[in-house]
């Protein structure tokens, strides 16, 4: 049972931060914005948070550190994707090539303002990880679940569920999301009823920007101590596990579970010993989560519905 545990706990640190992302690819798509941008957004989030933490930790640690580097993240992703929104739905540009100067942007302002700020021109910046809690009270006691799922976990896995669960609700069950899906679908009917779809593909882009963010820093925290300027191609995993959870929630949850699984197995097979007792060779490992996400798009590409009106400008004056 210990191997399962260690299993199940290590699928929560990657399959969380996936399941953020993607849901924040998801509003950003649903109004009708392609934004690719996720991998870049994700490390100007983790590089302002973890740089936050850095100055900081010296005199204040705990869940409050991590709390206010969450709001740190959330608040430099939204702004970020600023520059995507612009671009794409003012100025109404190719939203591939957007996204793209977003991903070129990112890693490269972060390691130039890494290697200004930090002495002897470093660019990784360093933390010392005191977010990881090793029991929830009395959750933590509970049989099979407890050790799964409140032991040696961090508070980031339950904002990850919460987003989940607030995500679906907004997209169907309010009117925020009836009308965004509309700007998605039919951006010409939702204006001929008074909605504004400029400011609705904002809000999506983002809402996606905050999410992506704060996906950045999730990732980051439970799986190292340091930060160097990337976050190992997550953004573009995300927009896999997207498009394989067929932009619907519950879905994307799934899916982020898949690859978390997948990603699992390549970072943490020495830590199951029935993976390491294979003889294979750390790269083929290495290799599981892209081989996954080929074989998987393969099959699920053909039935993939996007937004009918995902990629396309809005230009009021046509009908």
């Not at 130039?112 to 700020?117: D, G, K, P, T, V």
């Not at 509970?142 to 987003?163: C, E, H, K, R, S």
Request: glycine share 10%; proline share 4%.
């Amino acid at each position: 049972m210990d191997a399962v545990y260690f299993l199940v706990q290590q699928m929560m640190f990657f399959s969380i931060p996936l399941l953020i992302v993607a849901l924040g690819g998801m509003f950003s798509e649903r109004s009708g914005v392609v934004n690719i941008a996720l991998e870049g957004i994700m490390v100007a989030g983790a590089f302002t948070s973890i740089l936050m933490i850095n100055a900081l930790q010296a005199g204040m640690s705990g869940q409050g550190l991590l709390l206010l580097a969450i709001l740190v993240a959330i608040v430099t992703g939204a702004l970020f994707s600023l520059l995507h929104a612009y671009a794409a739905i003012s100025l109404r540009s190719d939203q591939t090539i957007s996204g793209t100067a977003l991903n070129m942007i990112a890693p490269a302002s972060a390691i130039y303002l890494a290697r200004m700020i930090q002495p002897n021109g470093v660019q990784q910046i360093e933390f010392t990880n005191t977010f990881r809690i090793a029991k929830v009270p009395l959750l933590g006691d509970i049989p099979v679940l407890g050790p799964l799922l409140f032991q040696n976990a961090y508070i980031t896995t339950y904002i990850g569920i919460v987003i989940f669960a607030a995500s679906a609700f907004v997209l169907y069950k309010t009117r925020f999301g009836l009308r965004l899906r509309a700007c998605g679908e039919h951006p010409q009917a939702a204006d001929s009823v008074g909605i504004n779809v400029y400011k609705m593909r904002y809000a999506g882009v983002m809402i996606s920007g905050a999410l992506a963010g704060l996906g950045g820093l999730v990732y980051v925290i439970p799986t190292s101590t340091n930060f160097n300027a990337t976050v190992s191609g997550y953004g573009f995993l995300a927009l896999a596990v997207l498009i394989f959870g067929q932009w619907k929630p519950l879905r994307i949850l799934m899916a982020a579970f898949f690859f978390g699984l997948m990603k699992t197995i390549a970072s943490a097979y020495s830590g199951i010993p029935l993976l390491q007792n294979l003889g294979i060779p750390s790269d083929i490992y290495k290799m599981v989560p892209f081989i996954a996400t080929l074989i998987a798009l393969a099959f699920t590409s053909k039935k993939s519905q996007a937004p009918r009106a995902s990629g396309v400008p809005y230009d009021k004056g046509l009908r």
